[in-house]
């Protein structure tokens, strides 16, 4: 038997890595995780600009706020966090908030007023990258962990390639169904029969104010109008459309109530997946929190276990 020992060390060595126990499941996580966080940077531009209304240079200036919290997360609060909760609570609490993130940035629609909008939207922005980020960081140190030594390359590399097809996914799913939510949903937030509608609403094109309900009878207000045809009509002059009746006039709300409230389905669907990976992570062996020495430093009898199967 002490004979067959080189042996099985070879062939330990030379198992693939997809026979690692818990490396298929964080790499699982990393997708979702991946998939998740990009989606909601994608859909977050979008809301900002379909639904608050903002202009690119508030947009770039609401995301600009959060560098300098990030680094004080960076460099302070998450090794604490760490190192109280170890790898896999951290991730967990990471993704939980990350699910909070999501259900937080859509509420700023419902805000009243724009001196409470920026404030919470700024915190709301500073949450969802330093949650982010704690959750990659995390992210790595459990793949490393999923593997011994000599695989950590290749964990690293394979991570690379899931995490790169799950951030090319994210902003091409999550950009056509918040559009088509937008889109659905006619100026007063109920769905529209009419297939103009979409375009008044989309975020590509400006709302589109209407004032149908302005025209007085052409009999009390009788005045000269030549429509395009060239023909005469009679029409009230411009000049009685006045402030007030313009007030009172049938047009959509800034907030969420003019495009409806069905874009909460895409940052709902987010939130879900980042409860998923609170499940996923949970679900992993202990073992993930630590370290794995490299196969040659481990003792004779682990080896044998391992390449029975056997947890060690």
Same mark, same amino acid.
Request: glycine content about 6%.
């Given at each position: 038997?002490?004979?067959?020992?080189?042996?099985?060390?070879?062939?330990?060595?030379?198992?693939?890595?997809?026979?690692?126990?818990?490396?298929?499941?964080?790499?699982?996580?990393?997708?979702?995780?991946?998939?998740?966080?990009?989606?909601?940077?994608?859909?977050?531009?979008?809301?900002?600009?379909?639904?608050?209304?903002?202009?690119?240079?508030?947009?770039?200036?609401?995301?600009?706020?959060?560098?300098?919290?990030?680094?004080?997360?960076?460099?302070?609060?998450?090794?604490?966090?760490?190192?109280?909760?170890?790898?896999?609570?951290?991730?967990?609490?990471?993704?939980?908030?990350?699910?909070?993130?999501?259900?937080?940035?859509?509420? =700023?629609?419902?805000?009243?007023?724009?001196?409470?909008?920026?404030?919470?939207?700024? =915190?709301?922005?500073?949450?969802?990258?330093?949650?982010? =980020?704690?959750?990659? =960081?995390?992210?790595?140190?459990?793949? $490393?962990?999923?593997?011994?030594?000599?695989?950590?390359?290749?964990?690293?590399?394979?991570?690379?390639?899931?995490?790169?097809?799950?951030?090319?996914?994210?902003?091409?799913?999550?950009?056509?169904?918040?559009?088509?939510?937008?889109?659905?949903?006619?100026?007063?937030?109920?769905?529209?029969?009419?297939?103009?509608?979409?375009?008044?609403?989309?975020?590509?094109?400006?709302?589109?104010?209407?004032?149908?309900?302005?025209?007085?009878?052409?009999?009390?207000?009788? @005045?000269?109008?030549?429509?395009?045809?060239?023909?005469?009509?009679?029409?009230?002059?411009?000049?009685?459309? $006045?402030?007030?009746?313009?007030?009172?006039?049938?047009?959509?709300?800034?907030?969420?109530?003019?495009?409806?409230?069905?874009?909460?389905?895409?940052?709902? @669907?987010?939130?879900?997946?980042?409860?998923?990976?609170?499940?996923?992570?949970?679900?992993?062996?202990?073992?993930?929190?630590?370290?794995?020495?490299?196969?040659?430093?481990?003792?004779?009898?682990?080896?044998?276990?391992?390449?029975?199967?056997?947890?060690?």
């Amino acid at each position: 038997p002490l004979a067959e020992m080189p042996s099985m060390s070879v062939a330990l060595a030379a198992r693939p890595w997809w026979r690692e126990g818990s490396f298929i499941p964080v790499m699982a996580i990393y997708f979702v995780v991946s998939f998740a966080h990009l989606m909601l940077d994608e859909v977050y531009a979008l809301f900002a600009l379909a639904i608050l209304h903002f202009s690119a240079a508030e947009i770039g200036a609401a995301s600009a706020t959060t560098g300098l919290p990030l680094i004080f997360f960076q460099l302070s609060i998450f090794p604490w966090v760490v190192q109280h909760l170890r790898a896999r609570r951290a991730f967990a609490a990471f993704s939980a908030c990350s699910a909070v993130v999501c259900l937080a940035i859509p509420l =700023t629609a419902e805000v009243p007023s724009a001196a409470w909008l920026w404030p919470l939207l700024v =915190t709301a922005l500073i949450a969802k990258s330093c949650v982010a =980020t704690g959750s990659f =960081t995390v992210l790595f140190i459990v793949a $490393n962990n999923s593997v011994d030594a000599e695989r950590r390359g290749t964990a690293n590399g394979i991570g690379t390639v899931v995490s790169a097809v799950a951030k090319a996914l994210g902003p091409a799913v999550g950009a056509p169904l918040f559009a088509w939510t937008i889109a659905s949903a006619g100026p007063h937030g109920s769905p529209s029969m009419d297939p103009d509608a979409g375009k008044q609403t989309s975020p590509l094109h400006p709302p589109v104010v209407n004032i149908s309900g302005l025209v007085a009878n052409a009999a009390d207000s009788p @005045g000269e109008f030549v429509t395009p045809g060239g023909e005469d009509a009679w029409a009230p002059p411009l000049t009685n459309v $006045n402030s007030t009746e313009l007030a009172a006039a049938d047009v959509a709300p800034a907030g969420s109530a003019g495009h409806g409230r069905q874009f909460y389905i895409v940052f709902l @669907g987010m939130a879900a997946c980042c409860l998923v990976t609170v499940a996923m992570i949970l679900a992993t062996p202990p073992e993930l929190d630590r370290k794995r020495a490299s196969s040659a430093d481990e003792p004779a009898s682990d080896k044998i276990k391992k390449q029975q199967g056997i947890r060690v």
